[in-house]
């Protein structure tokens, strides 16, 4: 089925084809991730069996050419995927984001046609998942300062330093990993090279024991004179930085989503509450208080919404949209947090508590203002732009 959409005008109703993926993506969260959310938070640990799940329905490879293997969908679609899954389970849309944003679309887009018969292929089905590697102890924002080192050895490079905030990190299979090969020449001396786990000399360090999203597996990524053949080297010697950037800029749509997918299922849960909690022989919504809390966070996620919606259209138009993402990516984040917050105080004490699951979205929440760059990132990506 041809996924890509139609826009045209102002029109801002969903087309038939973006609704049967927000069914589809709805059905998954509702009806499988949902039942075991609470435990997989405690334990921090995803569930395989709905890891595979998720390869079989497709959302792991959404964007991907049915040529190697996936689903020839838009932007928008996947997008719409990404909320419905963030409504119930943060670490599941973030395991599919990463795959699908930095990894597939990567790969996809600049790789050569070995490159995706062998690695594309299986990450867009779900076989494998994939890592973006990028961040470092002293290169987080400041992505050209890379002390990962790739040393050209002829028909190798030997790929040497640390990784951390790896999201995937020992899930993965397969790993994109920015390194530089010639410091003098700074972001234009940067590689991308394509890492196997079980390469000698790869090794995967301790889980982080995160505050949200918890059940996503963080850890960091030592690399000490692993043999990287120069096959696995994506795109031209010295591309690594502008492949990076690209990347991440198309990231932003996807952690934007899920920003504005925890904003909704937060909502959602506080809408029912109100109407099922009474105070004073009335349920909780009649009270003028709830009603507009519950006004302005629709009010606030509808704006979120259709900043998503704007940024992924430009995308699937072959349009600039590097400013919009960033937009939606910083007023999202920011809604999600005021939104669960305030769907926590809805809830009152119940709130506090795991079985109403507010508490975990408010956690889950904060993570999406600080990866794929913090806030102030964002507006400095979007004051750089408007100077364009």
Known sequence: MDMTAEWTGMDFNLSEEHKAVQEAARDFAQNELLPGVIERDDVQKFD??????????????????????????????????IEELSKVDASASVIMSVNNSLVCWGLEKYGNEDQKQKYLTRLAAGEVVGAFCLSEPEAGS???????????????????????????????????VMAQTYPEKRHKGINCLIVEKGMEGFSVGKKEDKMGIRASDTHSLMFTDVKVPKENRIGEDGMGFKFAMSTLNGGRIGIAAQAL????????????????????????????????????????????????????????????????????????????????????????????????????????????????????????????????
């Open 261 to 388: 997918g925890i904003a909704a299922g937060a909502y959602e849960l506080a809408l029912a509450y109100s109407l099922q909690r009474k105070t004073f022989a009335k349920p909780i919504f009649e009270h003028q208080a709830i009603q507009f809390k519950l006004a302005e966070m629709a009010t606030r996620i509808e704006a979120a919404r259709l900043l998503v919606y704007k940024a992924a259209r430009l995308k699937d138009e072959g349009k600039e949209f590097v400013k919009e993402a960033a937009m939606a990516k910083l007023y999202a984040s920011d809604v999600a947090m005021w939104v669960t917050t305030e769907a926590v105080q809805v809830h009152g004490g119940y709130g506090y508590v795991k079985e109403y699951h507010v508490e975990r979205l408010m956690r889950d929440a904060k993570i999406t203002q600080i990866y794929e760059g913090t806030s102030e990132i964002q507006k400095i990506v979007i004051a750089r732009e408007l100077l364009k």
């Open 48 to 81: 395989p069996t709905l890891l595979r799940r998720m390869g079989d329905l497709g959302f792991m490879g959404m964007m991907v050419s049915p040529e190697y293997g996936g689903g020839g969908m838009d932007t928008v679609s996947y997008a719409i995927a």
């Open 142 to 176: 400041d992505a050209t300062s890379q002390h990962t080192t790739a040393e050209d050895k002829g028909d190798y490079y030997l790929l040497n330093g640390t990784k951390n905030w790896i999201t995937n990190g020992n899930t993965a299979s397969i790993y994109l």
